[in-house]
């Protein structure tokens, strides 16, 4: 059965819509270049053929990140970790510009990662700001605050990689920013929405004081490759 929403599989409706471009593809599995996002796209019924296309596109031993997926995976694949998350969409967000926080581009992306490392906000790689929209805010020249775009779902745009170094942390910063990041948003006629971990409770009662609500559970998991796998070998489904 299809999904009755594109939220419902957002990393799929994104590789076959908007962000087809950075799509690449084995049978009906989809995923991003490695250094742009770690997520792939299963259909939304995978059967043996789609985990056989797993194994072949990430490789054996490989971990294969699985953004939104809820159902079995093969009986003897591994579950490295999972973490149960929420999607949160605009139910009335004060969207606005904010005239401190800056564009950031490819030149920044070692600051950018640098921060990333040292707040954990999620993935963000060397190419994941060709994804959409970043912008930062500095203090003295540092880069201490961004926020930006990462899946896009047609008519749907997920703000991301929202951090704040802790030395600045208390000042409203993450918050200006997803406001102006969603300000953009909203200027293309898209919508707003999110993810968090579902026991982030800071992350989500900030979200909602901002004006999203939840709209569904979800959850993130990493799934392993066995090492004995060799393509085109059929995969059993529990």
Do not use: K
């Not at 904010?98 to 920044?108: C, K, M, S």
């Amino acid at each position: 059965m299809s999904a009755a929403h594109v939220l419902d599989n957002p990393a799929l409706a994104s590789l076959t819509g908007p962000h087809a471009p950075f799509a690449e593809r084995r049978g009906r599995v989809l995923r991003y270049p490695l250094d742009v996002s770690p997520w792939l796209a299963l259909p939304d019924d995978p059967d043996e053929r789609d985990w056989a296309d797993v194994a072949a596109l990430a490789g054996p031993g490989a971990g294969v990140p699985l953004a939104g997926y809820t159902g079995p995976v093969p009986d003897d694949w591994e579950i490295s970790f999972h973490i149960e998350g929420v999607q949160l969409v605009d139910a009335g967000l004060a969207a606005a510009p904010d005239p401190e926080a800056v564009r950031l581009t490819p030149a920044d992306v070692p600051e950018m990662l640098d921060l990333v490392a040292r707040t954990r906000p999620g993935p963000f790689l060397p190419r994941t700001i060709e994804l959409g929209t970043y912008l930062g805010i500095r203090r003295g020249g540092a880069l201490v605050a961004m926020a930006g775009e990462r899946l896009h779902p047609p008519g749907w745009t997920e703000i991301s990689a929202v951090c704040t170094d802790p030395a600045f942390r208390g000042q409203g910063l993450a918050a200006r920013l997803v406001r102006a990041v969603a300000h953009g948003i909203r200027e293309r006629g898209e919508s707003p929405f999110l993810h968090t971990g579902a026991q982030n409770t800071n992350a989500i009662r900030l979200y909602e004081a901002l004006g999203f609500r939840l709209r569904r559970r979800t959850a993130f998991l990493e799934a392993r490759v066995p090492e004995a796998l060799g393509e085109g070998r059929a995969v059993p489904v529990a």
